[in-house]
């Protein structure tokens, strides 16, 4: 409640000399600052002319004779104003407001405003995050304009307001009526059908005839290509599909005996729990502890049993030790298991995950993993998983939900889905014909060109304290498409960026040129990165404007030509359907396309792609493997970072294996 | 599992059967309502209460002599009990997940681009945000954001002080005014050129309505303050005694060398460019956070 903060005081003070100086100013030149009648008169300091004004303002006159006594007597009678500014500036520097939204933010006739302005200060370290990810991806764009850097931003925020929106919606948050549920049947949909049909649906899509009963103590498995209503299914059951995504859903929905059409997320938060997507989005307390204790706090469960709770549940996933920990300081795998934590706290009978391992290396998948098979066959919990990794699964998925076309088919354990992508990938049938058995080791390469097309020289990143690119040193030769392997803070990303953004001179060699020494528009003729987070470089309406604006860096090209190329399109007029959309309207894989063709329209001699494959199914990754092909035709050079093996054996030419900042021993890809 | 019905307090009572076959409230998907509410005048009520606190020393000279001390002190007190009345009032409406979200999130942003903007050299490009989401989310979801913006960043940033129920309300006005622009309903089915000319028809009217507001604006926020800023003894100084035509002529010179030449002409441009420049893309993403997201 009371803490001492310098910085508001030091503000008021400021702010109150301001005050002072601007009375006597206005004194000084409205012909107040002579001496007024009965004060006596002091030494006369300035006789200026009196400057009589006409018309209306006929009763004014500037200037006039300025005393010591009459600046004196403006200073001292702006005292009293300036002395309550500063004593604001002491309130503000010893209360602590956000402790009071805090507390007004669970009950009470604000509770609306105080919980707006407990996220407004908890979404403050997540703006500055957002301003330096999307500056560098601006950079990578070499884009200067300034809603290149307002619009990522914004959207980012807006994304950040709708995932905390609907994890709030689905904890009971505004929750006017209690629904209790019947553990015996969590989910039962009867001839259902689902479409998008009141919102304007462009797609068309629609799932119909879904007949799907499940038990408790089971785990279940919804699999099913991007973009073919994985998550949309899973918030049919969360009710987030028919009440806050504008969905329209047909026959019956019941889940844990509740009618889904006419009850709300909200309503079912005592035994519904959902885990989002991006679990770090949806976090919408400041600490470990108020978060996993969320759900109860906004039915006003008195804080000593909410205490008790959110201990229980942590002990149960084995997290007890993250429980004073500030919600920012938590790692990919630790946030899951937090929002995992955060879903249990009302001890649902019906738990929905959507897709929880696509952050994770391999460890923390294991973690995830074991901890949802234990709530399901342990703790009796019925869990539906939103999934396209579903090798992980494997062995604790007691039935497959799969989705194909407009239907949906429910698998036992035993005949799991045939077309599983963790399988053996297709290889893209247009990989350039590369001799295999070329260059067993960088030396290997040198020895085919004589000049490799880049070099990186000796190149270390420093983030502090830790060295997370540790004198890294390769070439690349032209027509080469890399991989670059390692798993999740092996400095993959980090080594990408570095390349494309060298703070040290004569760390990046591309075409005998130092990379750091160039400028904004040599720098991106001679290389491009793709970011991870490659929606940071999208900042018009229409795809038809994005490709425009690439256009300008470079005099003939066409951004266009190259986006329609890179998904498969022989002209662009085939790809026309594409370019007036928003460009977040498009589906992952064209969004990461056109991207690339952003980043080829400097024709980049080396192009780097991160993470190409993140968060896609077997359709999508195919698309890009292709769409990575048809890019090394575009520059000279592909280089891709991936933890995902399947993916490089079957495209790269080369594989990089990175382990803690480090060139692992070049290892040869084995056809 | 059969405690979870029972696990929490709050869950004593069931839902009776005949409040399940009222339809249920769809606020979340709050849609402007046409018909007007008893909220509606309690807003209409309070603004005009506080515009009469705003022009507090153009009221002084109609009260009895021995009164007159007390006017500025009613002014003060009146603007921060407004501010709670109609919080009060729009706490029950915004009370969704979304809304509270958005607001709370917005307001984030708002207050650090009014920070960031203090650094370099006052440049005001609040506004933007402001009536931009004034337009989309409607007038009452504008004026909390008004609020809540200018309360954030105050407590932030530290600039906090009497001024600030002043500046929350005007802040709020702001939004508010964008919320209750004309909106063309699409009255003929449009084709794609229609749509991109009512588009550009939008931003221009916003953009006018960025410079009305920035200088009301800096207008209003002058006159309370007039009589404190300047205190007694110059000729633009307030006097209680004096016709209104010479305090008038008095509030427009102090008026216009305060702000109106000054900080209004920056900030009216700053929204002008600003909202030419994301208005597009930013309405965009203000609209499609009603709409559903990619699945």
New interface residues.
Partial sequence: MFRLRL??????VV?AAG?VL??VV??V????AGA?AGTGTGPLLLDMPLLR?DG??S????FGPITLVGLG??AL??LP?AA??VF??L???IIN??ALFARGAGRG?????S???????A??PA?LESVRRVRVARSLRGER???SL??PI??Q??E???A???S??TRG??A??????V?EAPVVLRDAGLN?GA???KTG?HLDELNVTLK?ATLTVIVGAT?S????LLHSMSGLFQ?????TQQGRIDIAGADRA?T?P?DTA??VGLVAQNVRLGFAAETVHDEIGFA?AV????PP?VHARVLEVAARLKIEHLVDRSIDQLSAGEASLVAIAAALV????LLLVDEPLADLDTAARDRVCAVLGQLAHEA?VCVVIAEHNTREFNLIADAWLQIRGSRVHQLSAADRPADRPAGALPIPRSVPAIDATRGGSTGGIAAVSAVPLASIRQLSVLHRPKLVVDDVSFDIATGELIALRGSNGAGKSSLLRAIALPTDAETVIVGGLDVRSLKRRARRQAVGLVPENFDDLL???TVAEECRRADRTLAGASTAQTFAGLLGFDTVTDAAHLL?R?P??L??GERLCLVMAIQLAARPALLLVDEPTRGLDLGARTLVSAALVRAAGHSRAVLFATHDEDFARGLATRTLLMHHGRLSVPCQVLS | MSEISTAAPGNSSDAPADRRARPSRRTDRARPRRSIRWTSWILGGGSLLAVAAFAWPFFVGAVPADAQVAVPIVAFALIPALIVALALTLDREMYTAKTVALLGVLSAVGAAVRIAGAGVGGVEAVFVLLILAGRVYGARFGFLLGLLTIAVSSLLWGGFGPWTPFQMFACGWVGAGAGLLPRWQNATRQNSSGQRIRATREILLLAAYGVVASYLFGLVMNLWFWPFAVGSGTDISYTAGADPGQNLASFALYSLVTSTLTWDTVRAITTVVGIALVGPAVLAALRRARLSPRR
């Fill in positions: 910085a508001p005081l030091r503000a008021a702010l005050f601007l009375r206005y004194r030149v409205f012909g107040g007024g004004l209306p303002f009763h004014i006159t500037l007597n403006a009678s702006a104003v309550v500014i604001f500036g309130l503000n520097a407001v956000q006739p604000l509770r609306a405003i919980r707006s302005l407990v996220i407004a200060w979404t403050f703006l304009s300034i809603e307002l619009v914004f959207e925020t807006i950040r307001a709708l905390l929106a609907a709030m919606e948050f505004a006017t009526r209690v629904v209790t549920g553990c998008f919102a304007p649906d899509w408790p973009g209503g994985k998550t949309s009440h806050f995504y504008d969905g006419r709300p909200r005592g035994f109860l039915r006003s469960v008195a049993i009302n001890h649902p009978i009796g900042f018009t309406i007036q928003h977040r309207d589906s992952a």
